[in-house]
T-cell receptor, first 110, second 114 residues
């Protein structure tokens, strides 16, 4: 069974701080990694995806991937109250399906 | 583009009743997926389809059925509803396999079985 693990949180950070969200996965063959944001009562929306080891930056968001450690993270710089949501890590599994983690609740306090 | 649409938004069923959750997409995507999300949990794949006429089971298919007669539509059928099927159901689509492409989600259907 392919697994994706996330700390459920909540992770609380003050406004303007860096929020660091982490995810580990069990399938060494995984090639694609996704971060989705889900506001309460809404559907998931893609924030970032990453395929290669290292960092990928998009605005205030940075995804980091370490395949040797089977670890992917999402950094949110200058966190805003509007970033408060559940962040879902997803990893491509067998047959090009995505396996989702349970999500980390982020709360940004103003 | 409406993207991925789902109906109904909310539904209450009695134990043993049946219903069909509708999903449609207007992006000409080949791949479509049905997920359920229980409180505090991630998304669990119920069924998926790689194109019209082709469907396959996901992680939690028991109690559900699907069909894919057109590229646009991917309905999910619940037979003999049980309380364990109380959940939020999301339909998603992607232009190819989810491994390399973004999945676009519908707004969800909140189902309660009493």
């Amino acid at each position: 069974q392919k697994e994706v693990e996330q700390n459920s949180g909540p992770l609380s950070v003050p406004e303007g701080a860096i929020a660091s969200l982490n995810c580990t996965y069990s399938d060494r063959g995984s090639q694609s990694f996704f971060w989705y944001r889900q506001y309460s009562g809404k559907s998931p929306e893609l924030i970032m995806f990453i395929y290669s080891n290292g960092d990928k930056e998009d605005g205030r968001f940075t995804a980091q991937l370490n395949k040797a450690s089977q670890y992917v993270s999402l950094l949110i710089r200058d966190s805003q109250p509007s970033d408060s949501a559940t962040y879902l890590c997803a990893v491509n599994g067998w047959g090009n399906k995505l396996v989702f983690g349970a999500g980390t609740i982020l709360r940004v306090k103003s | 583009n409406a993207g991925v649409t789902q109906t109904p938004k909310f539904r209450i069923l009695k134990i043993g009743q049946s219903m069909t959750l509708q999903c449609a997409q207007d992006m000409n995507h080949n791949y479509m997926y049905w997920y359920r999300q229980d409180p505090g949990m991630g998304l669990k794949l119920i069924y998926y389809s790689v194109g019209a006429g082709i469907t396959d089971k996901g992680e939690v298919p028991n109690g559900y059925n699907v069909s894919r007669s057109t590229t646009e539509d991917f309905p999910l059928r619940l037979e003999l509803a049980a309380p364990s099927q109380t959940s939020v159901y999301f339909c998603a689509s992607s232009p190819s396999g989810g491994g390399g492409n973004e999945q676009f989600f519908g707004p969800g259907t909140r189902l309660t079985v009493l």
